[in-house]
Structure formats: C-alpha cells, structure tokens
C-alpha cells in the first residue's frame, strides 16, 4: 500500500467506458491526475478527442458498447490494461406500461449487455495485470426501487448482480467493486430536464436536490473519486462491495 501519496496510479493503464461526458469525464481527469495512462472510451469522437486534447497522457478511443466488432477493434490495440471502469450507458423514463419492447431492449442492450461485452473483451488483459481492478457504476435505481424507472431500475439491478457474481468468481485475481450514485448533475440530468420537463424544469430540479436527504444532487467529480479510490491500492481489501453515494437516499 502506498505510504506518501494516497490515490496514486503510475504505471496503470486504465480504460473509461462512455468516458468523454459527466462522470465518465471527471473519472478521466481524476484517473489521469493520479498518474494514470486513461483510454477514453466513446460513442462521440468529437468529445472524446476534445477532452483528450485537454487531459495529459490521456488519449480517445472509437467505443460502442453495444456493438462487438466496436469493442474488439478498440481492445485489439492494447498491450495492457489494467483498470476498467464500465460508465456508459442511457436512461428510461416509464413504469412497465411506458416501456415499449424496443425501449426495454435498448436499455438492456446497453446498460446490460455492454457491461458484459467490455468486461468479457477486457478479460485476458486485465488477468495479466499485477493488479487489475473492475469498476462498475451502477445506481442507487439498482439498490432501490425508483419511480417510472422501471427498465432503468432493472438494468441497473443486473449491473449490481453481475458485480457480485464476478466478484465471486474473479475473488483473489480481479478486484470488482460497484459506485451506485444518486441523482448526480450531469448533461444526462440534464437531457432528462430538456426531454420530460422543458417548461418546469426549475421546480424538478429543485425536486430532484429534495429527493437526496442532504438536499443537492451529487456532483460528477464526487462519484470519480469514490472510483479513484476503488481503483487504488488503499482499497485493496475492497472487493465485491456496492457503495451508494446518493446524499442518503438509500439509508431512508
């Protein structure tokens, strides 16, 4: 364990799904500013290598989560790897009566399925790495149930599974931990404000802070260090844990 400087990640090669964007972003910048070599893994090119151009030693990838030959071309390049953090995904708003099957299989296929194509792809690499850690953001919709969230909350609920279960097969080889945020302020918040409440989007903003007990919504850079931590050799007895950092949500 490190003795001087906590937190510190030279010599790492660490890779951020959906990373150009909200937590995925400043889990970039907190990785890279521990010493960290970050892949910044995106759908959109233009942000990905716009952030890279800002953050040193970090560098964007082409990455579709959903989409195997995306994930395979990406991966194929690397020597090594050595942390994974799987952020990327998307949101749905509905009970079950709201869900199409196509909404369903949407959330499913990226939340879900991408957790698994990334991870099951990052595998071998991350099995030769001295000290290979697994991320997964998760959400507190996966500890909880969360009004009309009802694909989200179920997608979510498998990334909290699929924790445990690597967790349980990886134990003593790949540390594997899940970050369950809050609502935390990020363009994703903010798309839902724009798609759902466009004319009252100050009163459900003022809704969402009430919603967590301390009464503000979480902040993007508190979920990347909550991750950088993970990452560390500080958390090195941390394993198959699901930490919500939700400003109390879950503790209601």
Known sequence: MSSNRPFRLEGRTALITGGASGIGEQTVRALAASGARVLIGDINQPAAQSLASEIENSHPIQLDVSDPSSIAASLERLDSLDILVNNAGIGHVGTIEECSLADWRNVMKVNVEGVFLVTCAALPLLLKSQRPCIVNIGSVAGLVGVNRRFAYCASKGAVVSMTRSLAADYAGRIRVNCVCPGTVGTPFVEAYLEK?????????????????PIGRVGKPEEIAHLVLY???DEAEFVHGSMMAIDGGWTAL
């Open 196 to 212: 759902y409440h466009k004319h009252e989007k100050e009163e459900v903003r003022q809704q969402l802070d009430a919603r967590q």
């Open 230 to 232: 993970l990452c560390s």
